[in-house]
């Protein structure tokens, strides 16, 4: 992986549209900007319209070629944590898992995003579509294959973007991990297996590949009641989204290293797809040790999303 400290102080005013006109984005045959090059990571200000300053990693594939139109990934940090810090965690700018997309790293105000109970008056999800507007009028994008995937709140963004009537025509397939899906509901009034989930895409299927450790103290994988709001159990969102597919009750299951990570997979193709992997705790999956979990765990996460994003196209 790469990183360069080069901080680009351009400020940037978004404006754009929400539909996806064509595969190829206004981009194309456009050179980078004057101080990027590929291979690099690069720290950018941005100003959006409501006038905010917001900053944003952007990682350049080596390959790159402003003619080839690439897919993109959007990584969201988790609450406290920074672009720089998902940068290293989920590995989005390492060219073994990914050769050939653009990788993006957000920045949450206070480090953190909208759906969290401490977040208000933050729109995070139109900061995105506008990230996703000057991304494609930049750069060569393939707009059919643009992808999210976040941290615990950073995996609920993602979350919110999947259930949102604009984002979800935009992006073409979600990776929550270890995500905090906050519902509007009081902790006292709080039916993890039965809470109703608040989400609207324009369409479906929304493929959603969903990653969580049992032993998670801070997102319980059972849910519950947690800082006054309300957390539905993993096993009754992941069921919620192949309900809201059409996918059906049923799924096939099947479990790896002696039962301990189990793989449950809805739809023929596998729309909806959760890795349960027992004994994780609040961690993003990898075999190696991370900033997550000095012990490492069964499998990794990004390999499996990247594979997982690979499959799907607007």
Partial sequence: MFFRSIFT???????????????NSPGCGKDLPRVQE????????ITTKDGRE?????????????????PVIFSFHGRTRTAKSQEKLSQFSNEEYNPNAIAVYPQGIKNQWQGD????????ISFTLQMLDHFEDRYCIDRTRVYAAGKSNGGGLTNRL????????????FAP????YYQNVTEDNCRPNTVKIQCNPARTPIPMLAFHGTADETIPYTGGGRRGRCLPSVPHFVREWASRDDLGGKNETTTTNGGKVEVSRFGDHGE??????????HAW???EPNSDNPDGTYVDATPIIMGFFDQWTL
């Fill in 9 to 23: 102080s351009a400020m940037i005013l978004f404006s754009g549209s929400s539909v996806v006109h064509g595969a």
């Fill in 38 to 45: 590929p291979g690099g990571s690069y720290s950018t200000n």
């Fill in 54 to 70: 917001r900053s944003y990693i952007i990682h350049i594939p080596s390959n790159y070629d402003k003619n080839e139109p690439v």
């Fill in 117 to 124: 109970p401490s977040s208000q008056g933050i729109d995070d």
């Fill in 162 to 173: 999947a259930c949102d009537p604009t984002a979800s025509k935009r992006f073409a397939a």
């Fill in 177 to 180: 991990v270890a995500g905090a």
């Fill in 272 to 281: 909806v797809v959760h890795y349960r992997i027992e004994g994780l705790g």
């Fill in 285 to 287: 999956p990898s075999t």
